[in-house]
């Protein structure tokens, strides 16, 4: 079973930066190399799935037109739109994914830090829905802690073998450490370079 709203509305319940993103130095460094590994300076629309308080989201807004950020938790959401107010590219919408996923198609894709919280079955729905959702030269980036975490169905690694087997789209990037792995798949197998015409 997926974990329940009301686990994370009790995480953010009087504390609205409950993983200390913003504080710890793992957690910057792990937003720096999120950043770092997307292939592209640019993204049109962009979603990222599970923005908890909008940490990742502040920076990811910088490399979109338009970025939608969900969360199932109100607390979060509103924690979320607090820190980004003053960016009129960001939308934050409280929806339970996948089963409220949002219409229309993002060239970027980013679900970070929630895999693990969904059952196996909510994991494959969700992946389905982003691989369907990916735009014509589209990117998705998922990265997910390696150590379990005792109220969650599923751990990163395992997240990360469904995401790899069910998108069958070319891996651009896995970067994988201790403590997280980090990947990257696009639409087209096309690098860094050859985008710009070096190779």
Known sequence: MSVTDDYFDHLFDGNPDPWAMRSRWYE???????????????YRRGLEAGCANGELALRLAERCDR??????????VHEARQRLQHLDQAEVRQARLPRQWPDGSFDLIVISELGYYLDLQDLQRLIAQAHDSLATDGTLLA???RH?????????DRVHRQLAAQLQL????????????????????????????LA
């Open 148 to 156: 379990p975490i005792t109220e969650c169905p599923l751990d990163g």
């Open 67 to 76: 970025l939608l950020c969900c969360d199932t938790s109100a607390l979060a």
């Open 28 to 42: 910057q460094r792990k937003r720096d190399l999120t950043l770092a590994a997307l292939p592209r300076p640019h």
């Open 143 to 145: 990265c997910h802690w």
């Open 170 to 197: 070319p891996s651009l990037l896995r970067h994988v450490e201790a403590d997280f792995v980090l990947e990257v798949w696009g639409t087209r197998a096309t690098s860094v370079a050859q985008r710009e015409g």
